[in-house]
C-alpha cells in the first residue's frame, strides 16, 4: 500500500471518528442509541479499524512504530467511548457527560494528534 493511499485512510479516520463525540452526545441526550456499547468497543468494525486490521497494510507498516501506537490508541479511543455509551444507556447522563468533556476529549485528541504525525511522516 503506498503512503499516498495510507495518507488518505488516515484523512478519513479523522473525519469518521469525530463524528463519534455527535454520536454520544446523541446517545447521552436521549438515553438509547442504535449501537450496543459492546459493539463499540470493537475496534475492528468501524471503517478505520477494518481497514487497520485488514490485509492492505503490508507486514513492514504493521511492524512500524507508527502502526503499533496508533492501533494501541485507536483501541483505547473504542474502549472508552463504550464506557460512555454504557453510561448513557444506563441513565447516568451527567457522569457520561463528564466523560465525555474530559477523558474522552483527551484519547481523542491524542489519536488525532498520532494520526497527524504518522500522516506527516508518510508525505
Not at 499516498?4 to 485512510?9: F, K, L, N, Y
Not at 479523522?14 to 459493539?39: C, E, M, Q, V
Request: glycine share 6%.
Amino acid at each position: 500500500m503506498s503512503n499516498v493511499a495510507i495518507i488518505e485512510e488516515i484523512n478519513k479516520a479523522i473525519g469518521t471518528h469525530g463524528k463519534w463525540k455527535l454520536r454520544l452526545k446523541t446517545a447521552i441526550a436521549l438515553g438509547s442509541s442504535d449501537i450496543t456499547p459492546d459493539k463499540v468497543r470493537c475496534d475492528n468494525l468501524c471503517e478505520f479499524g477494518t481497514w487497520l486490521y485488514g490485509p492492505k497494510i503490508s507486514p513492514d507498516v504493521r511492524l512500524g512504530m507508527p502502526y503499533k501506537v496508533i492501533k494501541r490508541l485507536h483501541a483505547e479511543f473504542h474502549e472508552f467511548a463504550a464506557k460512555i455509551m454504557q453510561k448513557a444507556l444506563e441513565g447516568q447522563a451527567v457522569v457520561a457527560k463528564q466523560l465525555l468533556d474530559g477523558e474522552f476529549k483527551d484519547k481523542s485528541e491524542t489519536l488525532v494528534r498520532a494520526l497527524t504525525k504518522w500522516k506527516r511522516e508518510l508525505q
